[in-house]
Each structure stands twice: as C-alpha cells, then as structure tokens.
C-alpha cells in the first residue's frame, strides 16, 4: 500500500492542524493505521493508532485530550487532528499501515510508511 501524507506546515504554539494520509494501491480496511513523529536528533515515536473499523483508537500519554485520529475507509484516509500544539512537537510526522487490523504499539509492525509531513510548531 502507498501512503501520502498531507497538511504539515507552520504553526504557532497552542495552534491546530489537521494531517491527512491517503492511502492507494490496496484495501485500505485490510489495514490499522498509526501516525509516528520524528523530531530532530530524536527516535521515531508513536502518535496515535486506530483499528482498520476505527473502533480502537491508541493515544501516547502527551497527546492525549488534544489529538485525535479518525479515518475513512470510504476515502482511503487516515487524519490526525492536533490541537493545542506544542513547540516540542515540531517533527516529521508519518502515517503507516499494520497490517494487523486492531493496530499495533509496536513501530516495527508497520509495513508501509508514508515519506511524512513537517510539523514547526513556533513559540
């Protein structure tokens, strides 16, 4: 599957943004979906999962309460809704595909990443 994230850009702390990751090549509803960030110097770390039915969602304990993940398996798109940014959550965020539908925590269970969106979050 070939993901393509969108919506990355400037933002000034306490802002929203709202990525999108589209999905094209196989069915998407095969497929949990996480969003990962990478900051600069730092280890790839996980965002948020949710189920290939959207019915479990994961939230890492920072972003709980302002980040929210959906999708819509209609329009092979996963979105990850962030308010209240942070300027310590400027990153590269990437979305990816577990092919294992309740979604893991583990990055290496993801088989499909996405090249990823820049976030800047200013102060």
């Known amino acids: 599957v070939q993901l393509q994230a969108f919506g990355g850009g400037l933002v000034q702390a306490g802002g929203s943004l709202r990525l999108s990751c589209a999905a094209s090549g196989r069915t998407f509803s095969n497929y949990a979906m996480g969003w990962f960030r990478q900051a600069p110097g730092k280890e790839r770390e996980l965002v948020a999962v949710i189920s290939w039915s959207g019915g479990r969602v994961y939230y890492a304990d920072s972003v709980k309460g302002r980040f929210t993940i959906s999708r819509d398996n209609a329009k092979n798109t996963v979105y990850l809704r962030m308010n209240s940014l942070k300027p310590e959550e400027t990153a590269v965020y990437y979305c990816?595909?577990?092919?294992?539908?309740?979604?893991?925590?583990?990055?290496?269970?993801?088989?499909?990443w996405g090249p990823g969106t820049l976030v800047t979050v200013s102060s």
């Open positions: 990816a595909a577990d092919p294992g539908r309740e979604g893991s925590n583990m990055t290496g269970d993801y088989d499909y």
